[in-house]
């Protein structure tokens, strides 16, 4: 069974840095691909960024420079940084796991950001 822990999350001024880990167990971590979406109150969820099993990465146009994604495969653990933090960024984010060849998609629980302006 897939379980996604997600954690880092919190209250931040706008203008400072926040750092979320997704820890994974019950699946082969580094054939995976991961990455992170946020759904922000009165708002579809929406893709932050995401990292294959090769490493590579994207990023939705409103993050790119402000927030890198990385994994480390040996604790099974994909992280989000976050710098430069906007109140707009202020959302639920939630970790997802993609079983590499499929569609499956597993989820985190979610960890809450707030950025005060």
């Known amino acids: 069974q897939v379980q996604l822990v997600e954690s880092g999350g919190g209250l931040v001024q706008a203008g400072g840095s926040l750092r979320l880990s997704c820890a994974a167990s019950?699946?082969?971590?580094?054939?995976?691909?991961m990455g992170w979406y946020r759904q922000a109150p009165g708002k579809q969820r929406e893709l932050v960024a995401g990292?294959?099993?090769?490493?590579?990465?994207n990023y939705a146009d409103s993050v790119r420079g402000r927030f890198t994604i990385s994994r480390d495969n040996a604790k099974n653990t994909v992280y989000l940084q976050m710098n430069s933090l906007k109140a707009e960024d202020t959302a639920v984010y939630y970790c997802?796991?993609?079983?590499?060849?499929?569609?499956?998609?597993?989820w985190g629980q979610g960890t809450q950001v707030t950025v005060s302006s």
């Open positions: 990292i294959a099993s090769g490493g590579s990465a």
């Open positions: 019950g699946t082969i971590f580094s054939l995976n691909a």
């Open positions: 997802y796991s993609r079983t590499s060849g499929t569609h499956v998609y597993y």
